[in-house]
Nanobody, 124 residues
């Protein structure tokens, strides 16, 4: 069992930045690939970014490439999402997720553990 707690969300103006954190507890964090997903009101949860267990491989949704960066610190059991040049369409609840696999994964059903989410609101 892995417990995930997100933090760092908030209200920011368009063009601004936020850094989300996801702290993991329970089993060995480095055994898990990690991902970030988001869900806007009335829409499905969608993939944002993912990172392999070692941090050596990352992947991004086309809509966030060049603006968002995923990273992890296995010594701190934490995964991060640095969000720059934010747009109003980035407004959503952001969830981190953990998968037992070693690569990175882009679909929600590949992740077994989820956090409770953190709200990001970007004003125009």
């Amino acid at each position: 069992q892995v417990q995930l707690v997100e933090s760092g969300g908030g209200l920011v103006q368009a063009g601004g930045s936020l850094r989300l954190s996801c702290a993991a507890s329970g089993r060995t964090f480095s055994n898990y690939a990690m991902g970030w997903f988001r869900q806007a009101p009335g829409k499905e949860r969608v993939f944002v970014a993912a990172i392999s267990w070692s941090g050596g491989i990352t992947g991004y949704a086309d809509s966030v490439k060049g603006r968002l960066t995923i990273s992890r610190d296995n010594a701190k059991n934490t995964v991060y999402l640095q969000m720059n040049s934010l747009k109003p369409e980035d407004t959503a609840v952001y969830y981190c997720a953990a998968s037992m696999g070693r690569a990175y994964y882009t679909t929600a059903n590949q992740y077994a553990y989820w956090g409770q989410g953190t709200q990001v609101t970007v004003s125009s």
